[in-house]
């Protein structure tokens, strides 16, 4: 069972997405709040989440290494708020961050290459303003995608680690057999919120 590597047959069966739950509930912890701000969207994808945001009066930063993904988000994106959006082609690892009160990065930071996750893994955080949350999924080490040398995965130790120094507010581990890419996979997935 391999990762996927046909980004414009995912991009289509994600159709009209919703925007992520994760999302949902870190944007939550900043309405309570009664803020909003800067938000960088890694790896985008085609922009469900990026256009609630900016729904949601957040200025993005949205980055994703696909151009047809940056494409398909401009169409999602009402013209009268595309002011607040700025959209990055580039690989994760190689982009630049703004100062930023949320980073999001929904399943996209296991397609980093392993010796290039730490650099970036540090530069996420360093972006953080006081007060601003980290939001995003990692893959565990019994995710079926695990051989893939080219992909980053972590144990439960190692996933706690990268949150160093942040206050954990969301640590979930889900681990489910069921629809992948285009085929049935074992999901070993971290959903992780996290306050500087």
């Known amino acids: 069972m391999t990762a996927p590597g046909d980004w414009i047959g995912y ?4 159709g009209e997405r919703e925007p992520r739950d994760l ?3 870190v944007l939550a912890s900043f309405e309570r709040e009664g803020r909003t701000g ?4 890694l790896g985008c994808g085609t922009g469900a989440d990026t256009a609630e945001l900016i729904a949601r009066g957040w200025d993005v930063v949205a980055i994703d290494r696909q151009e047809e993904a940056i494409r398909r ?5 009402d013209l009268r708020t595309v002011s607040r959006l700025r959209t990055v082609v580039s690989k994760m690892e190689d982009a630049t961050f703004p100062p930023a009160d949320l ?3 929904s399943f996209s930071l296991p397609f980093c290459p ?3 996750f730490p650099t970036l893994w540090e530069r996420l955080r360093s972006c953080l303003r006081p007060g601003g949350r980290f939001a995003g999924e990692l893959f565990g080490d019994r995710d079926s995608w695990v051989s893939e040398a080219e992909m980053t995965f972590h144990d439960v130790d190692a996933a706690r680690v990268l949150f160093d120094g942040l206050h954990i507010e969301v640590l979930e581990e889900e681990e489910e057999d069921a629809e992948g890419w285009d085929e049935q996979k ?3 997935v971290f959903h992780a919120i996290a306050l500087r």
């Open 114 to 116: 392993p010796d290039a």
């Open 38 to 41: 800067t938000a960088v969207d």
């Open 186 to 188: 074992h999901w070993h």
């Open 11 to 14: 991009y289509d069966a994600q």
């Open 103 to 105: 980073v999001f990065a």
């Open 73 to 77: 988000l401009r169409e999602k994106v």
């Open 23 to 25: 999302l949902l509930r």
